[in-house]
């Protein structure tokens, strides 16, 4: 045990811990030889489909070719699987999260429980 070890439990570096971060990723930030104008860059990624929802219609689109043409694409076929399960586990882990705190509800407000889960409209 280092003297480290007994400070980890109260100290907490920024980003750490059980607090979720989400940061926006905007490649423009770090380098202006980049193309495209950021704008309708953003305007696409808000108001069309992300960049993962661009890239899962490209792999879709190339295991399409690969079927058809019997062109192996492991290393496509490696992520496309790899997306699936971590979707597949999101889901899951969402899908739990949202029980607890339905029961927590329920604990402490019957009513709203009722409520949200369509029992009572009220």
């Given at each position: 045990m280092t003297p480290f070890?007994?400070?980890?439990?109260i100290l907490k570096a920024p980003?750490?811990?059980?607090?979720?971060v989400n940061q926006e990723i905007q490649p423009r930030f770090w380098?202006?030889?980049?193309k495209g104008i950021?704008?309708?860059e953003d305007r696409i990624q808000t108001e069309v489909a992300s960049f993962g929802k661009q890239l899962g219609k490209i792999i879709d689109a190339l295991l399409v070719l690969s079927h058809e043409t019997g062109i192996k694409?492991?290393?496509i076929e490696k992520i496309n699987a790899e997306v699936a399960e971590v979707k597949k586990n999101s889901k899951e882990a969402i899908r739990a999260e949202a029980v607890d705190?339905?029961?927590?509800?329920?604990?402490?407000?019957?009513?709203?429980?009722r409520q949200v889960i369509g029992g009572d409209r009220a």
């Amino acid at each position: 045990m280092t003297p480290f070890d007994l400070w980890a439990a109260i100290l907490k570096a920024p980003f750490s811990g059980d607090v979720q971060v989400n940061q926006e990723i905007q490649p423009r930030f770090w380098s202006s030889d980049l193309k495209g104008i950021p704008e309708i860059e953003d305007r696409i990624q808000t108001e069309v489909a992300s960049f993962g929802k661009q890239l899962g219609k490209i792999i879709d689109a190339l295991l399409v070719l690969s079927h058809e043409t019997g062109i192996k694409l492991d290393e496509i076929e490696k992520i496309n699987a790899e997306v699936a399960e971590v979707k597949k586990n999101s889901k899951e882990a969402i899908r739990a999260e949202a029980v607890d705190a339905l029961e927590r509800l329920r604990k402490v407000d019957e009513g709203a429980w009722r409520q949200v889960i369509g029992g009572d409209r009220a």
